[in-house]
C-alpha cells in the first residue's frame, strides 16, 4: 500500500499539490485546481507521488499533455495511464545558436573548413530544488569518426543564462583534402555532421543534473554561410529502443482548457450593450442573453462568462428575475418549485458561487474546521459501524455539529450579499403570486437555494468552495454528508411544515425527530424572512474587511540584520480589503508586520537579476518596498493581480518604478545613485473592479463571442424557426427542429438574432487580421516560435 499524493505542474513547475491519500493503490482526490496560466509553457503535466518520511518522495509516474493537444481532452473526463518518469526526459527551456561555416587555409597551404558555434543564450531552465539551477552547456561536433566536446562557463543561480561563447571545430580535414574534390569531401562531410548541445545544472558535489539537448545537422549551412535560431530544448536520446515498462497504473482527470484572444475594449462595445440590454427585452426569451442559453451545447458554458458580466453592471438581478419568472410558469406543482437545471436555477447557482464566498467563510469556516481537525465518528447507520463504535455517542457527536453549523448559519442573515437578499425578495414574491393558494410556497422558493444548492452543498465539499484546502479525509467525508443531508432537510420549508422528513433512510429519519421540534421552524422561517427582506440591513458584512487571499511565500528581512546580507525567510501571508499582513505561521493572531491597503503605492514584478530568483515581486508603499517571493508563476500571478485590484483607487499611486533593487549605492536597474530617485519604468496600470466581483469584462464578452461563433449554426436554425413560425401563425404539430427552442414572440427574438449575427459578424474581422499578423509574424526559430526536434 502507498500514501499517495499527485501534483500539478506547467513543463517542470509545480504550481499545486493534493492532500495525501494514505494506504492506497487506488487513491481518491476529487481536487479541484483553477488558474490563469501566466506564462508560455510546452507541457502541462501531473506527477503521482509516493511520499516517503525519511527519504524523497517517490515518483511512481506522470501524465505530460501537450499545449496543442490539450483542447483535445478539454471537458472530457478520461483516464490516462502513467508514463515512467525518467530525469532525462524531464526537460523545459529553449536555447539560442548561431552557426557559421568559413574557410581556412593552413599553414601547408591546404584548404580546411572551420564550423564556428556561437551559444547565445538559454530562457525558461527549470528550478532545481525549488531554486533556479546553475547552469552550462556542453558543444559537441559528432560524426561517424568523431566527438569533440567542448564546455561553456557556469551561469550561477539564474534560469535565464547568457552563454555568449564562441567555439571553433574543424570540419573537412586536410588529409582528406588530397584524395577527393573539395566539394564531394564537403558534402560528405556534412552529411554525417552534426553539432549536439547539452544543457547540464553545475551539482557541485553531487552529480550534475541533465536539463536537456539540441541537435543541429551541420547542413543547415549547405546553402547560407550562417544559422542562427531558437531551439526547444529536447529529452536525451535512448538510440530510441522501444522501452518495455511495467503497468504503473493510470490517473484520471478532468481538464478544462479556454485560451482567449481578447481585442481591445472598443470592439467589444456593441456586443456588451446588447448583452446589458438583456432584462429589459419583452419577452425575456426574446434577448440576446437568454438565446445565448438556448443555443450552447452545455448551458454551464453560456452562465459563467453571462453571470459575471450582468453582476458587473448591476444587471443580474432583473435578469434572474425575469428569467425565473419564465421558469415558474412551467412549474406545475408548488413542492417542485426551482428543482430543475434551468438557466434560471445555473444563473443564481453561479452568483451564489461568485458573491457569496466571503459570506461562507464568516460563516462556515470556523465549524468546518473544527470538524475536519476532529477526530469525532458521527456514523450513525447500523451497517456502517465499526467495532467499537457507541452509535448512541455518535448521535450526540452528529447532533453536536448539525445544532452548531444550523445556529451559525441562522444567525448570519446580516452578513448576506446584498444581491443575494435582492433576488431572494423577487423569488418570494413571484412564487406567491404563481401558487397564492399554498402559505409556504414564499418560503420553499427561498430555502431551495439558500438551503439546497448553497450551504448544503458548500457543507459536503468545503475544498471546492476554499473553505479547506483540500479534499476531505472517507470518515470527514461521510459526516460532512450527514450534516448535509440533516441542514438540507432542515431548511427545506416543506419538510418541516409536514411534520415529515423526506429520508429515505430509516437510522435518518429517527435521527431528524431531534429536530422535528417548533423552534426550528420558528428559526428558519425567521432566517428566511430575514434574508428576503427589502429592508436595509444595519450591516451586509462590509463594516467587516473581507478577506481576500492567504498563504505561504518568502520574503525579504526589511531593516537590519547582524551581518550584512539580508536573508529570505518563509512566511504565512493574510491579505483582506483593509491590509496585507505577515504572520510566523497560520492561524496566528499577531501580525509580524502589517501595511495597510491604503499605504499601498504599486505592485509589480521584480526582475530576477535583483535576488538571483524567480516568481519575484515587489509591494511599494509608503516605507521601504517589500520584496516577495512566491512558490511558482501562477501564485505570483494571483498575488500580484489581488494586490493590484485591491489598491486601484489609492491615491497617490506610483506612475514609475524601479523594476530592480537599491543595492550596494545604486539601483540595478538605471544605476542611479539615491535611493529616492523616481523609477525609470512606467508602473502597470490598475483594472478597475469590484473587489468582490473580480472580472475582466473584456474577456467574459470574448467568452460570450466564441461561443456564439460556436454555436453559430443552431443560431440560424433558431432563426428559421422564428420564421416559420410567423409564417404559419403558431407553432407545428409536428416537432420539428424548432421544437426545443423556447419561442414566446417570434418577431422581437427574429429581430434579436439579426442584431447578433450582425455584430459577431463585424467581430470576426478583427480577430482574424489577429491570427494572420500572429502566424506571419512568429518566424519558426524565433524565441515566440522554436524549432522542436532536428531543423534542416
Wanted: with cysteine; glycine share 4%.
Amino acid at each position: 500500500m502507498r500514501d499517495c499524493f499527485c501534483t500539478v505542474n506547467l513543463d517542470q513547475e509545480e504550481v499545486y499539490r493534493t492532500q495525501v491519500v494514505e494506504k492506497s493503490l487506488s487513491p481518491f482526490f476529487s481536487e479541484e485546481f483553477y488558474f490563469e496560466i501566466p506564462r508560455t509553457f510546452q507541457y502541462l503535466s501531473f506527477y503521482v507521488y509516493d511520499k516517503n518520511v525519511l527519504q524523497r518522495d517517490l515518483r511512481i509516474g506522470k501524465v505530460a499533455i501537450k499545449k496543442e493537444d490539450l483542447c483535445n481532452h478539454s471537458g472530457i473526463e478520461t483516464w490516462f495511464s502513467l508514463q515512467p518518469v525518467d530525469s532525462n526526459s524531464e526537460v523545459q527551456g529553449k536555447v539560442h545558436l548561431e552557426l557559421k561555416l568559413n574557410e581556412l587555409i593552413t599553414d601547408n597551404g591546404t584548404v580546411c573548413q572551420q564550423l564556428v558555434v556561437h551559444i547565445k543564450a538559454c530562457h525558461g531552465l527549470p528550478l532545481i530544488n525549488g531554486q533556479s539551477c546553475d547552469p552550462y552547456a556542453t558543444v559537441s561536433l559528432v560524426g561517424p569518426s568523431r566527438n569533440d566536446q567542448k564546455k561553456t562557463k557556469v551561469k550561477k543561480k539564474t534560469s535565464n543564462p547568457q552563454f555568449n561563447e564562441i567555439f571553433y571545430f574543424e570540419v573537412t580535414r586536410s588529409s582528406s583534402y588530397t584524395r577527393k574534390s573539395q566539394f564531394q569531401v564537403e558534402e560528405e562531410d556534412i552529411e554525417k555532421l552534426e553539432i549536439r548541445i547539452d544543457l547540464w545544472n553545475n551539482g557541485n558535489l553531487v552529480q550534475d543534473v541533465f536539463l536537456g539537448e539540441i541537435k543541429v545537422p551541420v547542413n543547415v549551412l549547405r546553402n547560407d554561410s550562417s544559422h542562427q535560431a531558437w531551439y526547444l530544448l529536447q529529452p536525451k536520446d535512448n538510440g530510441n529502443k522501444p522501452s518495455k515498462t511495467d503497468d504503473l497504473g493510470s490517473l484520471r482527470l478532468n481538464i478544462c482548457y479556454t485560451e482567449d484572444c481578447v481585442l481591445p475594449s472598443e470592439y467589444y462595445g456593441p456586443l456588451k450593450t446588447l448583452l446589458l440590454k438583456s432584462p429589459d427585452i419583452q419577452p425575456i426569451s426574446a434577448s440576446a442573453a437568454y438565446i445565448l442559453g438556448e443555443i450552447c451545447r452545455d448551458k454551464n458554458d453560456a452562465v459563467l462568462p453571462l453571470v459575471r458580466l450582468l453582476l458587473h453592471h448591476d444587471k443580474l438581478v432583473p435578469f434572474a428575475t425575469a428569467v425565473a419568472e419564465l421558469d415558474l410558469k412551467d412549474t406545475q406543482e408548488a413542492n417542485t418549485i426551482f428543482r430543475g437545471n434551468s438557466l434560471a436555477t445555473r444563473c443564481l447557482d453561479e452568483m451564489m458561487k461568485i458573491v457569496g464566498g466571503h459570506y461562507l467563510k464568516v460563516t462556515l469556516k470556523p465549524i468546518l474546521d473544527e470538524i475536519c481537525e476532529s477526530s469525532k465518528s458521527c456514523e450513525i447507520d447500523p451497517i456502517k459501524l465499526k467495532e467499537g463504535d457507541n452509535v448512541e455517542n455518535n448521535k450526540e457527536n452528529l447532533r453536536y455539529y448539525v445544532d452548531k453549523v444550523f445556529s451559525t448559519i441562522i444567525e448570519s442573515s446580516m452578513s448576506c450579499p446584498t444581491v443575494m437578499c435582492d433576488i431572494f425578495y423577487s423569488l418570494r414574491q413571484m412564487a406567491t403570486q404563481r401558487f397564492p393558494n399554498d402559505p409556504h410556497v414564499q418560503y420553499s422558493a427561498v430555502s431551495s437555494f439558500v438551503f439546497l444548492r448553497f450551504f448544503a452543498v458548500a457543507v459536503v465539499s468545503p475544498h471546492t468552495f476554499h473553505l479547506r484546502p483540500h479534499h476531505p479525509d472517507a470518515q470527514t467525508v461521510r459526516t460532512l454528508t450527514l450534516i448535509s443531508k440533516t441542514i438540507q432537510t432542515l431548511g427545506s420549508w416543506g419538510s418541516l411544515s409536514k411534520s415529515k422528513s423526506s429520508f429515505k433512510e430509516t437510522f435518518m429519519c429517527e435521527f431528524f425527530k431531534m429536530f422535528q421540534e417548533e423552534r426550528y421552524i420558528r428559526a428558519v422561517k425567521k432566517f428566511l424572512d430575514e434574508i428576503s427582506s427589502t429592508e436595509t440591513k444595519e450591516s451586509s458584512g462590509t463594516s467587516e474587511p473581507v478577506h481576500l487571499k492567504e498563504g505561504e511565500m518568502y520574503k525579504r528581512a526589511q531593516g537590519r540584520t547582524r551581518i550584512g546580507k539580508k536573508n529570505f525567510k518563509k512566511r504565512w501571508f493574510c491579505l483582506t480589503s483593509r491590509e496585507l499582513t505577515y504572520h510566523r505561521q497560520p492561524g496566528s493572531k499577531d501580525a509580524i508586520y502589517t501595511i495597510p491597503v491604503k499605504n499601498i503605492l504599486a505592485v509589480e514584478k521584480l526582475e530576477e537579476s535583483s535576488f538571483n530568483k524567480k516568481n519575484m515581486f515587489q509591494v511599494i508603499h509608503t516605507e521601504k518596498p517589500l520584496y516577495v517571493q512566491a512558490n511558482n508563476c501562477v501564485e505570483a500571478n494571483e498575488w500580484i493581480d489581488v494586490l493590484r485590484r485591491v489598491s486601484r483607487c489609492n491615491q497617490n499611486r506610483l506612475s514609475f518604478y524601479h523594476p530592480s533593487v537599491y543595492l550596494n549605492g545604486n539601483w540595478l536597474c538605471c544605476q542611479e545613485a539615491s535611493e529616492n530617485t523616481l523609477g525609470c519604468k512606467p508602473s502597470t496600470a490598475g483594472v478597475p473592479a469590484d473587489i468582490r466581483i473580480d472580472i475582466d469584462e473584456d474577456r467574459e464578452t470574448e467568452r460570450i463571442y466564441s461561443l456564439f461563433t460556436l454555436s453559430m449554426l443552431k443560431l440560424q436554425k433558431m432563426e428559421e424557426a422564428c420564421g416559420t413560425i410567423a409564417v404559419y401563425q403558431g407553432p407545428q404539430k409536428e416537432p420539428d427542429d424548432y421544437s426545443n427552442f423556447v419561442i414566446e414572440d417570434s418577431v422581437t427574438t427574429f429581430k434579436t438574432i439579426q442584431q447578433i449575427k450582425s455584430i459577431i459578424e463585424k467581430l470576426s474581422e478583427p480577430h482574424e487580421k489577429y491570427r494572420k499578423k500572429r502566424s506571419s509574424s512568429a518566424k519558426y526559430g524565433s524565441k515566440e516560435n522554436p524549432i522542436v526536434g532536428k531543423a534542416s
